[in-house]
């Protein structure tokens, strides 16, 4: 028989049996999706700033792209938000991957916010003293250079400067925009790594202290790879459980209310073990991202090690980031599980709250107790969440839109006061700050003051509305709890007022750097943000309210 003959008896055979269907195109909405297409564009075009503006340039260039990107893309989201798709006209886009509703577009909006001020702190360039005639950044001048060889003194002695920072910092908002808004599992594993990864990389760039920032990089990243590999684990065992990577999908089979079985998973669906096991795992990767004990560990040498400016960003936006991510897998995907994840999550709670709390107790460097203290921040956002009904939302909502500005704020005083070495984050060199530069004191004495939730900051709005929302929904020994560890941490938060204000000045004692407007942009916006939420949140919590419904 000749091969035509084959040939076509294939085909005719195939086109009897089984008819191809047309494949349909794929229905993108793009209008919808513009806020983390807008970042991905930019970020692509700070990737050709770099291949081809000449270096002189590129600083300017690369802060620009990304300040307009940043506000184009808000600009997206408030349109989005105004047109009623937080709302009413929720749903379901980019064929079942991409989730428009108000609590995806509130957290995008607040960590595009995060992002144009955390740029700003990226971009700070007169905290330094000037070397060789070139104003200098936080950032190495030559990322791939050995920690003290020729090639980097070379490298600073040319006055180069790490621009690539700026399409960095794109990418992980970009990650973290799809990362609450993901709508299926695969979704989200893809935007955890595509914020991850940027994230690892900009934790090493330090321009001083780079062995310990190196460090610190190695470990988040070391870490960061093994709370991946659960979450992609746990992602395979709930594939398994349910046949399908999609929400909707996986809660309808957690439910019992699916229709269309698939005769070729009829056997692994339904096993409990399966739902427990993975649903577990991929949990076990978002608590890792927020920093709740015992997934900590990395938080405070990563935040000590990293460039500051970094610290801040990552310490606000990864957290408002994977707490959407979150609410949404609780919410939507899990809610028929709700009794088995409430008492682990009260367990975690607690011991995060507690754990945040007395440790930071002992801490000597100013950015390992903020990163303690964020840890306790985590409990205390994760008793909104296990309050399972729409006022624990929209609290957490509000907690996340409130800790966001004042952690940046915190972290861009940090880069203030300096000494010969660079930033001086010992506990001791901050004594009798708020004599030699009381205004800079007295601005983080109010972040202070804040974290520690005393009225009229945003932190006790942020407090109250998530303990009323936990009481509410049943969880009333946690509140108790969380007020016990609010009062420890007071303890140590008002010892750095105390230090700062009551001590006598040390003459060898760091000074405080005269900012550029960029930086100073940041604090203002940041104080504002703490007093204005404090004083008058209700218009916030109002917004928040509204986007509180999950679209399913």
């Given at each position: 028989?000749?091969?035509?003959?084959?040939?076509?008896?294939?085909?005719?055979?195939?086109?009897?049996?089984?008819?191809?269907?047309?494949?349909?195109?794929?229905?993108?909405?793009?209008?919808?999706?513009?806020?983390?297409?807008?970042?991905?564009?930019?970020?692509?075009?700070?990737?050709?700033?770099?291949?081809?503006?000449?270096?002189?340039?590129?600083?300017?260039?690369?802060?620009?792209?990304?300040?307009?990107?940043?506000?184009?893309?808000?600009?997206?989201?408030?349109?989005?938000?105004?047109?009623?798709?937080?709302?009413?006209?929720?749903?379901?886009?980019?064929?079942?991957?991409?989730?428009?509703?108000?609590?995806?577009?509130?957290?995008?909006?607040?960590?595009?916010?995060?992002?144009?001020?955390?740029?700003?702190?990226?971009?700070?360039?007169?905290?330094?003293?000037?070397?060789?005639?070139?104003?200098?950044?936080?950032?190495?001048?030559?990322?791939?250079?050995?920690?003290?060889?020729?090639?980097?003194?070379?490298?600073?002695?040319?006055?180069?400067?790490?621009?690539?920072?700026?399409?960095?910092?794109?990418?992980?908002?970009?990650?973290?925009?799809?990362?609450?808004?993901?709508?299926?599992?695969?979704?989200?594993?893809?935007?955890?790594?595509?914020?991850?990864?940027?994230?690892?990389?900009?934790?090493?760039?330090?321009?001083?202290?780079?062995?310990?920032?190196?460090?610190?990089?190695?470990?988040?990243?070391?870490?960061?790879?093994?709370?991946?590999?659960?979450?992609?684990?746990?992602?395979?065992?709930?594939?398994?459980?349910?046949?399908?990577?999609?929400?909707?999908?996986?809660?309808?089979?957690?439910?019992?209310?699916?229709?269309?079985?698939?005769?070729?998973?009829?056997?692994?669906?339904?096993?409990?073990?399966?739902?427990?096991?993975?649903?577990?795992?991929?949990?076990?990767?978002?608590?890792?991202?927020?920093?709740?004990?015992?997934?900590?560990?990395?938080?405070?040498?990563?935040?000590?090690?990293?460039?500051?400016?970094?610290?801040?960003?990552?310490?606000?936006?990864?957290?408002?980031?994977?707490?959407?991510?979150?609410?949404?897998?609780?919410?939507?995907?899990?809610?028929g599980l709700r009794w088995d994840w409430r008492p682990v999550m009260w367990g975690v709670a607690i011991i995060t709250m507690l754990g945040g709390a007395i440790v930071a107790i002992t801490q000597t460097d100013i950015k390992r107790l903020l990163a303690y203290s964020s840890i306790a921040h985590a409990g205390f956002i994760l008793a909104g969440v296990i309050a399972t009904t729409r006022d624990g939302v929209s609290s957490v909502l509000f907690y996340l839109g409130a800790y966001s500005f004042v952690t940046i704020g915190a972290f861009a005083v940090v880069t203030l006061v300096r000494d010969a070495g660079g930033e001086a984050t010992h506990l001791s060199k901050w004594a009798g700050l708020g004599?030699?530069?009381?205004?800079?004191?007295?601005?983080?004495?109010?972040?202070?003051?804040?974290?520690?939730?005393?009225?009229?900051?945003?932190?006790?709005?942020?407090?109250?509305?998530?303990?009323?929302?936990?009481?509410?929904?049943?969880?009333?020994?946690?509140?108790?709890?969380?007020?016990?560890?609010?009062?420890?941490?007071?303890?140590?938060?008002?010892?750095?007022?105390?230090?700062?204000?009551?001590?006598?000045?040390?003459?060898?004692?760091?000074?405080?750097?005269?900012?550029?407007?960029?930086?100073?942009?940041?604090?203002?916006?940041?104080?504002?943000?703490?007093?204005?939420?404090?004083?008058?949140?209700?218009?916030?919590?109002?917004?928040?309210?509204?986007?509180?419904?999950?679209?399913?």
């Amino acid at each position: 028989m000749s091969a035509t003959a084959v040939h076509s008896l294939w085909t005719t055979a195939a086109t009897a049996a089984d008819p191809i269907s047309k494949i349909n195109a794929p229905k993108i909405e793009y209008g919808q999706l513009s806020p983390t297409l807008i970042i991905l564009g930019a970020a692509l075009i700070g990737v050709l700033v770099e291949a081809f503006v000449p270096r002189k340039s590129r600083y300017y260039a690369q802060v620009f792209v990304s300040a307009v990107a940043l506000c184009a893309a808000f600009a997206a989201v408030v349109a989005l938000a105004a047109d009623g798709y937080g709302t009413t006209k929720a749903h379901i886009a980019a064929m079942g991957a991409i989730a428009v509703d108000g609590p995806a577009l509130f957290l995008q909006g607040v960590i595009l916010l995060s992002g144009l001020v955390g740029l700003f702190t990226f971009a700070e360039r007169r905290l330094d003293p000037e070397a060789h005639g070139n104003r200098v950044d936080s950032f190495a001048a030559q990322a791939a250079s050995v920690p003290g060889s020729d090639s980097e003194k070379a490298a600073v002695k040319a006055g180069f400067t790490t621009t690539e920072v700026f399409p960095l910092l794109l990418f992980a908002v970009a990650g973290m925009l799809v990362f609450p808004s993901a709508n299926d599992l695969l979704t989200l594993f893809v935007a955890l790594e595509v914020f991850s990864l940027p994230l690892y990389l900009l934790c090493a760039l330090a321009r001083r202290k780079r062995l310990l920032s190196q460090e610190a990089a190695v470990k988040y990243f070391l870490l960061g790879a093994f709370a991946s590999a659960f979450t992609l684990f746990g992602i395979a065992l709930l594939y398994g459980y349910a046949g399908s990577m999609s929400y909707a999908t996986i809660s309808q089979v957690v439910d019992g209310s699916i229709t269309n079985i698939n005769p070729a998973l009829a056997d692994t669906m339904g096993n409990d073990a399966l739902l427990l096991i993975g649903g577990a795992m991929i949990v076990m990767g978002l608590l890792f991202k927020v920093g709740a004990v015992p997934f900590h560990m990395w938080t405070p040498d990563v935040y000590q090690g990293a460039p500051t400016p970094v610290t801040g960003f990552m310490a606000a936006a990864t957290k408002v980031a994977a707490f959407g991510a979150l609410l949404r897998l609780l919410y939507v995907v899990l809610p028929g599980l709700r009794w088995d994840w409430r008492p682990v999550m009260w367990g975690v709670a607690i011991i995060t709250m507690l754990g945040g709390a007395i440790v930071a107790i002992t801490q000597t460097d100013i950015k390992r107790l903020l990163a303690y203290s964020s840890i306790a921040h985590a409990g205390f956002i994760l008793a909104g969440v296990i309050a399972t009904t729409r006022d624990g939302v929209s609290s957490v909502l509000f907690y996340l839109g409130a800790y966001s500005f004042v952690t940046i704020g915190a972290f861009a005083v940090v880069t203030l006061v300096r000494d010969a070495g660079g930033e001086a984050t010992h506990l001791s060199k901050w004594a009798g700050l708020g004599r030699r530069s009381p205004l800079v004191a007295a601005v983080f004495a109010v972040f202070l003051l804040s974290f520690a939730g005393i009225p009229l900051t945003a932190g006790f709005a942020g407090k109250f509305a998530v303990f009323k929302a936990a009481a509410a929904g049943g969880a009333a020994p946690l509140v108790v709890v969380g007020v016990l560890s609010s009062a420890i941490a007071a303890f140590f938060y008002i010892r750095v007022i105390v230090l700062m204000f009551f001590s006598e000045p040390r003459p060898d004692g760091p000074t405080v750097a005269v900012p550029s407007p960029l930086t100073m942009a940041t604090i203002g916006v940041a104080v504002a943000a703490t007093l204005v939420l404090g004083v008058a949140p209700q218009y916030f919590l109002d917004l928040a309210n509204q986007a509180g419904v999950f679209v399913r």
